[in-house]
């Protein structure tokens, strides 16, 4: 009977030593899943976002084109139909076209970005800050699972096993 209690102590330790590596596991595949969503995540907002954003570059340039063909269409034919004194207020009125083409291109600059915003286009501090999350992420899995030195770890566990099963588990006081 004596010889049944230790039994029964011993299958209880590893019984409970089961639970604690099922946990392990299950923490170290969550890391893992989490790891990869993240890398998905931001491959996702890399490829959408860039494709965004260079479509509307290209309408942005298109814009462009068109709004100062017409815009120097305008100043050229008010410089062409002035005289001299008229060429000197032109002058002015070029630079005072100039400061509102800048204007005009700070209000279309602004219009983009609170567009790209409300698509919910990543910015490139949201990028960044992605980028240092997953850095963040790796490191902790890194931590987890023991870091590059996990990978040869496998081998040692496999040793420490066969030691193990040659060993008589310690046995417990019931």
């Known amino acids: 009977m004596a010889t049944k209690a230790k039994q029964s102590g ?3 330790g590893a019984a409970k030593a089961l ?3 099922k946990l392990l596991q299950a923490v170290r595949e969550s890391a893992q899943e989490i790891w990869q969503a993240g890398l998905g995540a931001f491959a996702k907002a890399q490829q959408e976002g860039t494709k965004l ?3 509307l570059v290209k309408e942005g340039e298109d814009l462009s084109k ?3 063909s017409i815009a120097e269409g305008k100043i050229n034919e008010v410089t062409g139909n002035v005289s001299k004194a008229a060429t000197q207020i032109s002058s002015k009125a ?3 076209a100039n400061e ?3 204007k005009l291109e700070q209000v279309f600059e602004d219009r983009v970005a609170r567009a790209l915003n409300r698509l919910g286009v ?3 501090r949201d990028v960044q800050s992605l980028a240092k999350r997953v850095e963040e992420l790796t490191a902790s899995v890194h931590a987890l699972s023991g870091g590059p030195a996990a990978r040869k770890a496998p081998a040692k566990k496999a040793t420490a096993k066969k030691a193990a099963a040659k060993k008589p588990a310690p046995r ?3």
């Open 53 to 55: 954003f260079e479509a």
């Open 100 to 102: 509102a083409w800048d």
């Open 122 to 124: 990543p910015t490139q």
């Open 10 to 12: 011993t299958s209880q």
């Open 94 to 96: 070029q630079a005072s």
């Open 172 to 174: 417990r006081a019931a």
């Open 66 to 68: 068109k709004t100062r």
């Open 19 to 21: 639970p604690d590596s």
